[in-house]
């Protein structure tokens, strides 16, 4: 330990496995670090040393956080699997966990299956900043309470968003944005307890009949906290999302199809359900008949009299007439 102006180098501790990964409260008086695969907090003047987990020695445990007030202490922990990466041991599964800097009160924050890592716990400790990977190769920067609830995801990205470090109030989170793990850039993550107010979703439909199958194409902003996921039902059938399922498409005939959707921002807003009615679609060309003199099969007058019917989904609007099917009238409505 060292004075911001570099006086005041002190050793705290003098064992013989590696001590790595240090944490320090904001008034300085205590520090959370890892030794053994184990997390330790020790007193700023090298008293009070105290181990706060005892895994077994197959479990990696990494990345500690001290909260700013040095109450609590988030650790990532790992038993397995594990994967050669190059020279460097990989946990392919691992969750965030949160215990009291006294060694009390150890609770499991995350709970999935993906790689959970780089903690950030705040001030007071009741919120943490950490990497999550959604993919395999695609890490993203997730909020969440440290009693496990309230989950957020904070980035949603094609890049490398790792090192978060959260505010002392826990609004704001900073991070690495890398292109290609390379040329990391720092972003700052909008105050997220001030996104009250839910995205807006709409939808491009025209208004008029289409002649097939048709896309409706849904487009949400948010200029705060950013979009999660678009949902929707069509003719009132099971909500699906356009991650997962596309934009919705038109393929029932009729003039009564119906399109229910809304959107989720990641501050979790859900916006008001919006439906639009009387979507149109025409698919089958119309058909009709001739009744020739109340059905008479045939006639030697040059007068006669013509019951014309038409029916299409989409009513009739203009019709034509030929005797021969080559020449036809025009078209009268």
Do not use: C
């Amino acid at each position: 330990m060292v004075n911001s102006d570099g006086t005041g180098l002190k050793q705290l501790t003098d064992n013989t496995v590696s001590d790595f990964r240090p944490s320090i409260s904001s008034d300085g008086s205590k520090i959370a670090f890892v030794s053994g695969f184990e997390i330790y907090v020790i007193n700023s003047d090298g008293s009070g040393l105290t181990q706060l987990t005892n895994t077994n020695t197959t479990a990696d445990v990494s990345d500690s956080s001290i909260s700013g007030a040095g109450s609590k202490v988030a650790f990532a922990y790992d038993e397995g699997p594990e994967d050669i990466d190059g020279d460097w041991l990989t946990f392919l599964h691992s969750e965030i966990f949160v215990v009291n800097s006294g060694g009390t009160g150890l609770t499991q924050v995350t709970n999935d299956t993906r790689r959970d890592m780089k903690p950030s716990i705040n001030y007071d400790g009741s919120k943490i900043a950490f990497v999550s990977y959604t993919q395999s190769t695609n890490p993203e920067i997730f909020v969440i309470n440290s009693d496990g609830t309230g989950l957020q995801q904070i980035t949603q990205s094609s890049k490398t968003d790792y090192y978060p470090s959260i505010s002392n109030d826990g609004s704001k989170v900073s991070y690495i944005s890398f292109e290609g793990n390379v040329n990391g850039e720092i972003f700052v993550s909008v105050d997220l307890d001030q996104d009250s107010h839910a995205r807006v979703t709409t939808d491009n439909y025209d208004g008029r009949w289409h002649l097939v199958d048709s896309q409706i194409t849904l487009t949400a902003t948010d200029d705060l906290s950013g979009v999660t996921e678009t949902y929707y039902k069509l003719n009132g059938g099971s909500t699906k999302t356009i991650g997962a399922h596309g934009q919705p498409f038109i393929t029932e005939e009729g003039a009564k199809n119906t399109l229910e959707y809304w959107s989720v921002d990641v501050a979790g807003n859900e916006e008001t359900h919006r439906v639009t009615k009387g979507i149109k679609l025409d698919k089958t060309a119309p058909t009709g008949s001739v009744i020739i003199n109340n059905e008479d099969n045939s006639t030697s007058s040059t007068s006669v009299a013509l019951a014309l019917s038409a029916n299409d989904t989409s009513g009739i609007a203009q019709m034509r007439f030929s005797n021969n099917a080559t020449d036809w009238t025009s078209w009268e409505t």
